[in-house]
């Protein structure tokens, strides 16, 4: 085995790029879960997101299109979930199954076409001299828009929920939907925002893969990170900070094993592609047995329907 | 108190199958202290929401200080200085008691800002309370405390409370009759809405009587007797329960040391607990609610489980024993919520018969279910108890309140036991039918079996049961009989006021 072949900046910016589509999705969906709702269908909507962005990336070669189209057709897809579940009262769980069954088909039909065609590829940000620090030059100044986006978007997340007005109130609508909607508040319709949100966000997830990662659509390529994404959430306890470490980790343990992989390990391998899964699930476990636990749980009304009674 | 503040006249709400209000009409004069009163289902709530904004009224008209007021929604009622404090809290428990606060104001300040009010105002109306405590910990006194100041922050004109002292120890309810009466000579107008006759009359100025959604009346509380009030509600006369003069027999409950661990994040553990229950016996344990009540039932009846000589029945060691075993011994039990613990809500009453009557009425052969017998069971116990249901074939949630409580304590009582433990027999229960639970329980005493009633109404308790001792924070007080107890010892009990304190609101004049 050779692990001089393995480059540490390089190790930690690949890292940050493979996590990112997670990060987006469990980010989303976290906001939806702390609103009360429990959208199952995370990994239709990046897929969703996913063959929107390649189409509209490839057919108007500007990549920041397709990131828009993808985000909007997650919304959109989101609030078929919203329309099910929040105004005809359907069963969350099977809604989101049915979502993430839907999305699987009704993109690998769109995509067809598309089979083995190339993305245009989104620039990275030039920081100029940045760039050239070493080590910290490549992991924090060598990134596309998307990576940045992302780490702002947990920052606003962690900022909107903690301090302001608006996250008070989603999280009180996750908390007792019918405390809130004694008080007056439009339960329902915050709730559909919560979805269109985590819809956008899972979009905007699915489409980094088809436009950035690979970067080309594969039929069924997000290959399950929308479930990571889930898991991710319910492990972090539904908190910014922690969903960014969970999905890092992920996304690096992912990205690790590869580069043992390359560098010749060649003992279990089964064992090095299983064990992303499995740390960070023991890590996130661990963070939140312990010291934390109780401290935070789960959104009282997550996954109940809400009813208005007289 | 000659100025009117609000005026009703003429509403009317009607839901599929039920009118809930019917033309009803009543003034509230400014700072007056004006009583809501009537059985459950009477259509108080719905009274008050639409004054709330939360339900739109088919017909009739409000004004408001002579301005016609129709809130299309509780931020316009709100804004009109409308504030309402809720019978279930509109509370969130994993948010602290700032951010509740916050969420039930219009424009509220920045926390920061809003934690320095709060602290003002609870000082200044005797109603501590910390900023920062997340409210899943609070007791029921402290959370209603949290409501009260969250209104009194919007400077209300009219303060309407829904069931108010029904969480409260007397010292409490004392505090907060204090508060009320000095905000209504502030001239703040409050709408109070209780079945508990004795506190309208020391309290409230005029009250109005609902009944199936008319008013039938209207009184002075101060000069009008707390039968007559109640005849009045109900519609006829009520008929007192009779305890029988048995003498007691054998110890048959023997609970020593009893320590549980609560299941749940905000439950409270049980510490430490001793009583013995002797045949022929009504224990009463009284205790502001969250207080071990739940808990205790569930050590009780097996749900939980506990040391094994901690629960002696007959001297028979049973705390590992799980409830069906238990059932089978002869304990039995009937918890408070009614939908979803004591009944099963889309089961059929028959199959509600079926599921705590299998093992005493022998209603399973071989473990294949006998349903002719469990639908006679459940009709023999829908015909003792009274059961207004068109038969055992609908659904417990079909069922009013009343008369689901009926079927559970009588699905029960009818099972023989030796030992009985309900909790909340008569919550949310009218009139009639709480009288007729009473007199189940007090006939099942005198049948020999010893019962064990935790309770959160306190005249309830006085009423059937011969000794009294109350939970509090999941300790046990002393066990004393209820003859010579005064409402003030009780109160200690019960853990007296938490530290309330009477308002002074001359700092507030100042």
């Known amino acids: 085995m050779d692990f001089s072949s393995i480059n540490p900046a390089l190790l930690v910016a690949a890292l940050m790029v493979s996590s990112t589509p997670i990060l987006l999705a469990a980010l989303g969906e976290m906001v939806v879960e702390r609103a009360g709702v429990l959208n199952l269908g995370v990994e239709g909507m990046m897929i969703m997101g996913a063959v929107t962005g390649f189409v509209v990336g490839f057919n108007t070669e500007i990549p920041a299109l397709g990131f828009v189209a993808a985000a909007g057709s997650g919304a959109l897809f989101a609030l078929l979930f919203g329309l099910l579940t929040q105004v005809l009262l359907s069963n969350q769980v099977a809604t989101g199954l049915g979502l993430t069954l839907m999305g699987l088909g009704l993109s690998s039909l769109i995509g067809k076409p598309y089979e083995g065609m190339k993305a245009p590829s989104l620039p990275k940000i030039d920081f100029g001299p940045l760039s050239d620090i070493p080590f910290f030059g490549r992991v924090l100044f060598g990134h596309d828009a998307i990576v940045y986006l992302s780490l702002g978007m947990v920052a606003a997340v962690w900022y909107v929920l903690r301090h302001t007005r608006i996250g008070l109130i989603l999280k009180a609508v996750g908390e007792n939907h019918d405390a809130a909607h004694s008080l007056g508040y439009k339960v329902v319709r915050i709730r559909l925002a919560a979805i269109a949100f985590g819809g956008a966000c899972a979009g905007l997830g699915g489409a980094y893969l088809s436009l950035v990662r690979l970067p080309q659509w594969t039929e069924g390529m997000t290959a399950g990170a929308g479930w990571i994404a889930l898991a991710i959430v319910v492990f972090a306890s539904w908190r910014a900070g922690r969903v960014l470490v969970g999905a890092y980790l992920f996304g690096g343990l992912t990205v690790l094993q590869l580069n043992l992989q390359a560098a010749g390990m060649t003992a279990g391998v089964q064992y090095l592609s299983m064990s992303p899964y499995l740390i960070t699930i023991l890590v996130l476990v661990l963070i939140t047995s312990g010291r934390f636990k109780g401290a935070h749980s789960a959104p009282a009304s997550l996954g109940r329907l809400f009813e208005v009674t007289r | ?510």
Not at chain 2, 111 to 119: G, T, Y
Not at chain 2, 354 to 382: C, P, Q, Y
Not at chain 2, 387 to 401: D, I, K, W
Not at chain 2, 469 to 476: D, I, Q, S, T, V
């Open chain 2, 1 to 510: 108190m000659s100025e009117t503040l609000l005026s009703i006249s003429g509403l009317t709400k009607a839901y599929p199958g039920v009118v809930a209000n019917s033309d009803v009409s009543f003034d509230i004069g400014v700072g007056e202290v004006h009583a809501l009163l009537g059985e459950n289902g009477a259509g108080k709530s719905t009274l008050v929401k639409m004054i709330y904004g939360l339900v739109k009224p088919d017909t009739g008209q409000m004004t408001l200080r002579g301005q016609p007021f129709a809130p299309p929604e509780p931020r316009a009622a709100r804004l009109d200085g409308i504030a309402m404090v809720f019978q279930h809290f509109s509370l969130f428990d994993a948010l602290n008691v700032a951010e509740n606060i916050a969420l039930g104001m219009e424009n509220p300040p920045p926390l920061r800002d809003l934690a320095q009010r709060i602290c003002e105002v609870s000082e200044t109306y005797g109603l501590p309370l910390d900023p920062d405590r997340t409210v899943g910990v609070l007791s029921a006194g402290e959370r209603q405390r949290v409501e009260i100041i969250r209104c009194l922050l919007q400077d209300p004109k009219l303060l309407i409370m829904d069931e108010p002292t029904s969480v409260l120890t007397p010292q409490e309810v004392d505090i907060l009759f204090e508060t009320l009466r000095k905000l209504s000579a502030e001239g703040t107008a409050i709408l109070y809405i209780s079945h508990k006759l004795e506190e309208i009359r020391t309290l409230c100025d005029t009250a109005t009587i609902l009944r199936l959604g008319k008013v039938v009346g209207t009184c002075t509380p101060s000069e009008t007797t707390a039968r007559d009030m109640a005849e009045m509600m109900v519609g006829s006369a009520l008929k007192t329960p009779e305890p029988s003069n048995r003498p007691l027999g054998e110890v048959a409950l023997s609970v020593t040391g009893l320590s549980v661990e609560s299941p749940s994040n905000f439950g409270t553990s049980l510490k430490n607990i001793h009583f013995d229950l002797r045949q022929g016996e009504i224990l009463g344990i009284g205790g502001v609610a969250g207080n071990g009540q739940d808990e205790l039932l569930a050590a009780l009846s097996g749900e939980t489980r506990a040391a094994n000589d901690a629960i002696k029945f007959n001297g028979a060691a049973i705390g590992q024993m799980g409830p069906t075993e238990r059932r089978n011994l002869g304990l039995l039990a009937a918890p408070e919520e009614r939908l979803g613990h004591a009944a099963a809500p889309n089961m059929s009453l028959t199959e509600n018969a079926m599921l705590t009557g299998s093992t005493r009425k022998k209603l399973e052969k071989n473990g294949f279910l006998d349903w002719g017998a469990a639908r006679s069971f459940a009709e023999h116990v829908i015909k003792q108890f009274d059961v207004r249901t068109p038969g055992p074939g609908n659904a417990a949630r079909s069922l009013s309140g009343g008369n689901l409580q009926k079927f559970v304590i009588g699905r029960e009582v009818l099972q023989d036991p030796d030992v009985l433990i309900v909790n909340q027999p008569t919550w949310g229960v009218d009139a009639a039918a709480a009288a007729a639970i009473r007199q189940a329980l007090l006939d099942l005493a005198g049948k020999g079996a010893a019962v064990l009633v935790i309770s959160q109404d306190l005249d309830e308790l006085m009423e059937i049961s011969g000794r009294f001792a109350a939970l509090n924070e999941g300790r046990l007080s002393d066990i004393r009989p209820t003859a010579d107890l005064t409402v003030e010892e009780i109160g200690l009990m019960m853990g007296g006021a938490h530290g309330m304190e009477v308002a002074h609101i001359e700092e507030l004049a100042r």
